[in-house]
Each structure stands twice: as C-alpha cells, then as structure tokens.
C-alpha cells in the first residue's frame, strides 16, 4: 500500500507530476502545451513548478524571492490551500467552489500574482488555467496526508 | 492512322511520316523548378514540444521585414514568380498586424483546442429554476452574437493582410475558429435545457468593432482589448457561477481561449505602439471612442439583470446579492481593463470614464 505523503513536500508534487505527465487525457479537452513557470505560496512555503511542453517538469522547494522570478504565483494561506486539496480528493477534481478561477475570483487580493508587472506573463495564468486545473485536480490520485498528518485520501 | 478525309497520297514512306506527324508529342520533363529555392539544406530540428511554426524562422525564411512589399500570394521565403498580378492587400506593414508571440499562440490554440460536441460534459446539464435558465439563456444570447463578431471581423481582416505575416494570419485562423465554437457552445447550452434565445444585445461596441476603417489595429482596440477583457471577464465569473459541470467546462475553456486572443491583442499594440509614431495617441483616442460605446450598451439593462439573477441565484436574490455581484463583475473588468492600458503604455485617468463606467473603476487607480 502506498504511503501518504505530506501535502505540501517535493515528494508530493513529484507524485502529482507522475500522475499529471502519465495520462493522456490532460492532454486533450483544452489542455496540452503549456510552457510557465508558477510559483506556489502556501502559507510561509514556496515551490516552483516548471512545465514544459505537455508535462510538469519539476517542482522545487524555494524562498519568497524565487516568487520575483516565476510567471505568476498562486498564493494562500496554509489552511486554503489544504482545503482545496481535500475538496479535490475528496470530489475526484475540484468542485464548482473550489476551482482556481473560483478561488482567484473568490479573494480580494485574487489567487494569481506577479512581482514583475509583466501582463504577458501573468496572462498565462489564464491561457493555462485548464492545465494547472488538470494538475491539481491529478493530485485525487495522491494518498495524501494534509501537514497535521490527517488523511485526506485513502 | 490517316484521317478519313485526308489526301490520299498512296506511298508507304509518306504514310510513316504522316503518322510520326500526328502522334503526340513525347513530354520530357526537365525539372528546372528544382533549381528553384532561395535557401536549399534547411534542417529544422523539432523540440520539446514538437516541430513549431516559429522554430522554421531560420534564414531566408524568417526574415520578416517592416513593409511587405510583395502583392500575391507568395508565401515568404519562396520565389517569386514573374507577372504575378497584385491581390490587393491592405495590411503590407508589419507594424499593422505584427506580435512576436502570433507564431506560438497559434501552436498553443492548435493544441489546446477541444470540441463542444464531445469534450463537454452536457449529461452533468439538470433542469434550472425556470427565472435563472432564462438569465443563462439571455446571457448565452449576448455571448452568442460576441462571438458572431469576433468570427465577422477576424475573417473581414483577414484576407486583407499579406502572406508576409503569416504567423498573424495563422493564428487569427485559429482565433475565428475559436470564436465559431463560442458560438457554438453557447447556442448549445441556450437550447439544450428547455429554454431558449433571449434578446439581442444593443450592439453599439459590435458596430464600432465591426465599422473599423483604420487599420486592423483599430479594430484589435474594440475588439481584442475592450470587447475581449469585458468577455474574458464575463467567462471567468459565469465560470465561478456555473451551475454544472458543463457550464464550468464551457466557461473555463472559452476563458482559456479568450486569454490567448488578448494577449494577441496587447503584444499587437505594444509593437504597433513602439513602431509608429502617434499610435499611442491614436490608441488612447480609439479607447475613449469605446469607453462610450461600452457605457451605451451597458445603459441597457438586459445583461445586467440576467447577470444579476446569475450571481443572484434568482430573481429574488438578484437585488441584492446579484447586483453587488454584477458590480464584482464590472470592478474586475475594469481594473484588468486599466491595468493592461498601462502594460501598453496607454495608461487611462478613471476619472475620464463615462459615468456608467466610472462608478465601478479601481479607487486609486490612476493614469502614470
């Protein structure tokens, strides 16, 4: 049986990535290429994600500088974050209130930003949104366990 | 063999000579068009993502000069051919047309692009309060001719632009196709749950869309910034205000879309800006010209109040709930509105707006 793993780790968007870049079907329907690098602000942690082509290429562990350099980054607090999580484990995919569009539109300082000022570039948060939606909603086929070591998907 | 009304001549030898004379002529082809290249030996090697338009920009091929000066079809790169008459284009400088990013935005509508027919979830579609289907089908009316004027306008541009720029001529092939499948989707979710189409919108933005006489660049200002943020816009809170699967699907992949013709839209003027003296102001003009448009059509109530009944969740919840949705709606509009002037170098003073618009600009926002 496989062993959860720690929402938010490396390990776990390494397993996500595994999932999202293995089945075809993300890359069909409106998704397929998308060349971003996003960052991630889950509370005071920050990773990076790369995607090149149709697949996630990585995902590193970094610092809130390394959020001048991504594209755009998506940021809420711990608890939201593990909220949304859940919702996608627990619905198969993101539900109606839990998408990221909901969850940008949904907060007064939005989901999506950029320290660059490069409207180009934070766009791309909406050219891929079906793809970073796909790759969230991949993480269902992650055993999870959220940061206070609660399950959240068997 | 003789003709039948030939003259006889009777001798063998004169015979053979007739028929030599009449047999059909032995085509020996001489292959000098082979000879024919500008550039011969390209190797274009595919990358990551495969074999893109813009990756065969090497050498002859991807010199794109400021003013085409070729008339025909030529594709560019190519020879030309001798006698060739004009066609007549109308959009010869690259200034006029021309985003660096055209070449991979049409490789990203290739690839992203997905079907209504199939890739919508339409079982997911159930009956409605019968007050909140006719706002989703009034809505989807409104959407429905938007999207009739992006396919109208692309098209109407289109074949006017020469073959020098075809990375901008490929892409907007995929823009009116992605335009066509709005149309499609919305049509479709109009009739498929027991309602129906509403009303046709007002149409003052459609006509200045659609009447743009200067130049496509005119025409990117009404109908890829001012009509394309206000609809991306409107994607993006339907998207947070679906009702199912379905909308969600349609909703977010036309938002997906959307996106892409914006971007085309701002990388245009940024480069058309940067290369032509005045076109900043003209810009700036052709924005004030619209803002009324806009304001105009937005003094009719129709989209408002079904919107309202939208974000409202009825007709009851849509004084209240639903109009501050609506103004949601319109802030978010108008602060990326205002924000992507400025990424343009057109930055607008909200206190210029019309009145209509006014009330719901970004306090603080000011122009630079």
């Known amino acids: ?154 | 063999m003789a003709r039948a009304d030939a003259p006889k001549t009777g001798g063998k030898a004169d015979g053979a000579a007739q028929e030599q004379a009449e047999a059909p002529r032995k085509y020996e082809p001489k292959y000098n068009w082979m000879n024919k290249s500008r550039q011969w030996g390209v190797r274009v090697p595919p990358g990551k993502a495969g074999l893109k338009l813009g990756d065969l920009n090497v050498g002859v091929y991807g010199e794109i000069p400021g003013h085409w000066t070729d008339e025909t079809r030529n594709p560019r790169g190519a020879v030309a051919r001798r006698g060739m008459p004009p066609v007549g284009y109308a959009v010869r400088d690259k200034a006029g047309l021309w985003a660096d990013s055209a070449a991979d935005l049409y490789e990203e509508a290739i690839q992203r692009r997905w079907a209504p027919a199939t890739d919508v979830p339409w079982n997911t579609i159930e009956p409605l309060p019968d007050d909140v289907e006719h706002a989703v089908c009034q809505v989807c009316t409104e959407l429905i001719g938007y999207a009739n004027v992006d396919i109208e306008a692309i098209t109407g541009w289109q074949h006017r632009m020469s073959y020098g720029y075809h990375e901008v001529k490929q892409f907007l092939a995929t823009a009116g196709f992605d335009a066509a499948r709005h149309f499609e989707c919305f049509r479709k979710r109009a009739l498929v749950n027991g309602g129906g189409l509403g009303l046709e919108g007002p149409g003052r933005v459609n006509r200045l869309i659609l009447e743009s006489r200067g130049g496509w660049t005119e025409a990117v200002v009404y109908l890829l910034l001012l009509r394309g943020v206000f609809t991306m816009t409107l994607y993006k809170h339907l998207e947070r205000h679906a009702h199912n699967d379905a909308e969600r699907f349609i909703y977010g992949h036309a938002l997906t879309d959307k996106a892409r013709h914006v971007t085309y839209g701002l990388e245009h003027l940024k480069f058309a800006i940067a290369h032509v003296d005045d076109q900043r102001q003209i810009v700036a003009t052709l924005f004030a010209f619209g803002d009324g448009g806009l304001a105009r059509d937005l003094a009719d109530p129709v989209l408002k109040e079904a919107l309202a009944v939208i974000f409202g969740g009825s007709v009851r919840g849509a004084v209240k709930k639903g109009l501050a949705g609506y103004g949601d709606f319109m802030r978010d509009f108008l602060g990326t509105l205002l924000a992507m002037c400025r990424y343009i170098d057109v930055p607008r003073d909200p206190a210029r707006l019309p009145a209509a618009l006014k009330e719901f600009a970004p306090v603080g926002d000011v122009a630079a």
């Not at chain 1, 001048?68 to 980054?73: N, W, Y």
């Not at chain 1, 934070?122 to 891929?128: P, V």
């Open chain 1, 1 to 154: 049986m496989a062993k959860a793993l720690a929402f938010p780790s490396v390990a776990w968007f390494d397993a996500v990535r595994a999932v999202f870049n293995s089945d075809e079907r993300y890359r069909g329907a409106g998704g397929g290429r998308c060349d971003c690098v996003v960052g991630l602000k889950i509370g005071e942690a920050v990773f990076v994600l790369a995607f090149e082509g149709v697949e996630c290429v990585s995902a590193v562990a970094a610092d809130d500088a390394a959020l001048v350099d991504v594209d755009f980054f998506l940021a809420m607090s711990a608890e939201d974050w593990r909220e949304m999580i859940t919702n996608i484990a627990e619905n198969d995919g993101a539900d109606l209130h839990h998408t990221l569009n909901t969850l940008d539109l949904a907060r007064d300082e939005g989901l999506a930003a950029s320290r660059h000022g490069d409207q180009f570039r934070e766009d791309l948060f909406f050219r891929y949104n079906q793809t970073l939606q796909f790759f969230f909603d991949a993480s269902a086929r992650v055993k999870t366990a959220v940061d206070n070591g609660k399950l959240v998907k068997l």
